[in-house]
């Protein structure tokens, strides 16, 4: 799967996974499913009130379009107000976001749902399939016009083979200064070491480093993730057989 790779101003990089084309397709599906199955609903409403037996059709199709304004809106609204997810990108564990990997903001995802009408709907999806492909990051037109990406936020195995790796009996405890922590402090590390990775956010993870080279008094020469994935390992190897 391809990856998104950012180099932070403090030399952290972080990876993200790439969604792949395959999810995308099947998010895109799901939504206007949704958006298919609102539209029914509303007209089968409608209907039973007696709207389409008035003589004027204007004003049916008036009022039908007034109650389909949440569904145009749909992907636009939800990827603002949700972190840049859809109720099919969340079903498929997948999130937009700016190309740097921080949060898109609400141009971005506006820009990205007007683009929708040239590279999706205007071209039977062709042109932004084409896009996704041929691009580094995946982008389709929309994607590029806002600097976007979208990522999948499934759990990296980066996490399982190394935060809950099984200490073996061969492990060198590299920071002994991890005696002053107590189950506590370690149970804390981790699970901000882990939100850290899983949000792709290095200032959490800085913050983390900076705050454990505080407490233990020591220098690492190492980057601030390698750091931190040794204290916890250091600590659990060193508390093994309590």
Known sequence: MNRLLINTPQNVKFEYKLASLGSRIIAFAIDYFIIVCYALLIFFFLSQIG????????LMMGVYMLFLLPAFFYPFLMETFFNGQTVGKLIMKIKVVKVDGTRANIYQYFVRWVCTIVDIFLCVGALGISSIIATRNAQRIGDIAADTAVISTKQDMFIQQTLFAEITQEHHVTFPQVLQLSDEDANIIKEVYRKGY??????????LSNKLVELLDVKPQMRPEEFIDIVIKDYYYTFRDR
């Not at 709207?51 to 204007?58: K, P």
């Not at 899983?198 to 913050?207: G, V």
């Open 51 to 58: 709207l389409f037996n008035a003589s004027d059709n204007w």
């Open 198 to 207: 899983e949000r792709k956010d290095y200032n959490i993870i800085l913050a």
